[in-house]
């Protein structure tokens, strides 16, 4: 499978345990994105990096939130100290810059906070 | 920043008829407009998408409008079928004046249901 992947797709743990998820995305894109999704909801945007650099961070995202991309390929979503508000789908997508720009979407973490 | 909404969350066809989703976005500066499907656990999937410099698109069974003034899209889904059954979301975004879109504003979503 050639398109984004994400890792766990089920991650349930307790109130005030750290998470940390992880996506690849589709071979050479050089920008990804990070969605959050509840039941109901379309996804919200988190965070995004154009290769290494993180160039926008949504002004909802708690500090407890932490994300990086550290070789311009994959990418970790961290959550600290969680809290039962964080329980959602956590999607990822990927797009290359200079070519269709569409953004392909990951299966998705769902996170469940105990 | 940019708003979306999106009407109506629940909509449910017969078979074979037409199914029309509206959409509405508060920032003028917006210029790409993608729809998605999302089936039930599955990923969100583009089905079709439309720049600022055309009204109109389509694909086969499914067609996007846009007015501008109005600040307005639309996706229209005709001869619908079972299999269309899915949420639907529709997303504006804008380049800035630049070579490449950024971060998605997504609606609320809209549930397809298709009776045979």
Redesign the interface.
Known sequence: DTG?SQDPRHKITKRGQNVTFRCDPISEHN?L?W?RQTL??????LT?FQNEAQL?KSRLLSDRFSAERPKGSFSTLEIQRTEQGDSAMY?CAS?L??GD????????TRLTVL | GENVEQHPSTLSVQEGDSAVIKCTYSDSASNYFPWYKQELGKRPQLIIDIRSNVGEKKDQRIAVTLNKTAKHFSLHITETQPEDSAVYFCAATTNAGGTSYGKLTFGQGTILTVHP
């Open positions: 984004v920008r994105y969605y109901g909801q379309g996804p919200e945007f995004y926008e999607l797009s810059v200079g720009d569409t953004q392909y979407f990951g299966p998705g």
